[in-house]
């Protein structure tokens, strides 16, 4: 069976990347790939209310409609920079143990480190040969992050191919993304289509889930004109999923607002108190008008208070199973293998795959390759 590639999921394109895409969707036919989710995340500092919002809660949400789905702590990504190695063993549990409180299921999804399965960076070999220095040069993370060093290490110029390389090992044909890292899905995109061209119908080309994306809204506490990160210098900026219930009401105590009483949602002129409401709605459901009408006669140091709670109320099972888990090391490592072994069966049969295509001899290539040499 096969069908014609339709409606890849292009945004924010160049003109003569969207034509190539244009061009590959109307001339080449490939095998019907089964849907595949696939996604990762870093094992670097602790999880922040942005991206539970931003990210958890909707692989959850895919996790629980039964879709096929796989979820990597991709610690590879996370030594693009200095680190420090005994952090980063720890940071793996903390990060497995988070995740699972947070509600990703193990029998529901499969959950693994990606550094334990050696085909991600075999396959980034095999698409950094058909990778330009100079594309690699226009992502904007490359050139935001070169900026603040004297030395660049070529990890940080290269990973976004490692990025590729984690997406098509496992034939992904829909990766959740935030607005940022779209470009990224366009180069995993891009370079699905150039295997394809060049070695024969491999991969499926990647569409990027990209919904309202929560975290986007939800903005520093000391800073609203800047995103929520665990980056910031400023821990008063975030709250952290783990944090503990008095100093989850303290940040919000001193979360920026101004003069003016009123529990109003006007972004553009009252982007702290406006940030409140946002997160207030993202927890709840409820719109901005209705939360707002329900703070009628509070002002903001009261409905703070308001917000503080249901903040507390949501966080505080996660943290809590968290510290339950985080003491069981056993079984959190008994689930990193049970994935492992899940994604090594998929990958496996990819790298046997890109393997033959690309001419790497194996086994069965060198049989193939004796008998065409006894022809001869």
């Known amino acids: 069976m ?24 109307q001339k080449v036919f490939i095998c019907n790939y089964s849907k595949r989710i696939f996604s990762g995340i870093q094992p670097t500092g602790n999880l922040h209310l942005g991206n539970y919002l931003g990210a958890i809660q909707k692989w959850i949400q ?8 796989i979820w990597s702590i991709v610690d590879m990504h996370s030594i693009t920079l200095s680190h420090d190695s005994k ?14 409180a947070c509600g990703i299921d193990p029998q529901k999804s499969i959950l693994f480190q990606q550094s334990t399965v050696p085909m991600h960076t075999q396959l980034c070999w095999v698409l950094s040969s058909i990778t ?8 904007p993370q490359f050139k935001e992050k070169r900026q603040t060093l004297k030395v660049v290490p070529l990890s940080l110029y290269i990973y976004p ?25 366009q180069l995993a995109q891009e370079l699905a289509i150039k295997f394809n061209k060049i070695y024969g119908d491999t991969f499926p080309v990647p569409h990027a889930l990209v919904t309202e994306n929560a ?8 800073d609203p004109s800047k995103k929520m990160s665990k ?17 989850l009401v303290k940040k ?55 917000l503080a709670d249901l903040i507390v109320e949501k966080l505080t099972p996660i943290r809590e199973e968290y510290l339950r888990l985080i003491k069981e090391p056993i079984y959190l490592q008994k689930i990193l293998e049970d994935g492992r072994e899940k994604a090594m069966e998929i990958a496996s049969e990819s790298w046997h795959e890109i393997q033959n295509k690309v001419g790497f001899k194996n086994n069965i290539c060198i049989n193939e390759s004796i008998k065409r040499i006894h022809e001869l």
């Open 2 to 25: 096969f069908r014609r590639l339709k409606n890849i999921n292009i945004l924010q394109n160049t003109s003569s990347t969207y034509a190539t895409m244009k061009e590959y969707n």
């Open 62 to 69: 895919l996790q629980d409609s039964k879709e096929n789905v």
């Open 87 to 100: 952090e980063m063993n720890d940071n793996i549990f903390k990060m497995t143990a988070t995740l699972v």
């Open 132 to 139: 330009t220095l100079a594309r690699l040069a226009r992502l």
């Open 161 to 185: 191919v490692l990025q590729a390389a984690d997406i098509l090992l496992y034939k992904a044909t829909h990766v959740p993304v935030g607005q940022d890292q779209i470009q990224h899905i």
């Open 215 to 222: 975290g986007e809204r939800i903005k520093s506490l000391r």
């Open 231 to 247: 980056s910031s210098q400023d821990p008063r900026s975030r709250l952290g999923i783990l944090d503990q219930p008095d100093v």
């Open 252 to 306: 919000i105590k001193v979360a920026v607002t101004d003069c003016t009483s009123k529990v109003s949602y006007e972004p553009k002129t009252r982007p702290g108190v406006s940030n409140l409401v946002a997160l207030h709605s993202l927890l709840t459901g409820k719109s901005t008008n209705q939360i707002c009408s329900e703070a009628e006669g509070l002002d903001t140091g009261k409905y703070k208070l308001v």
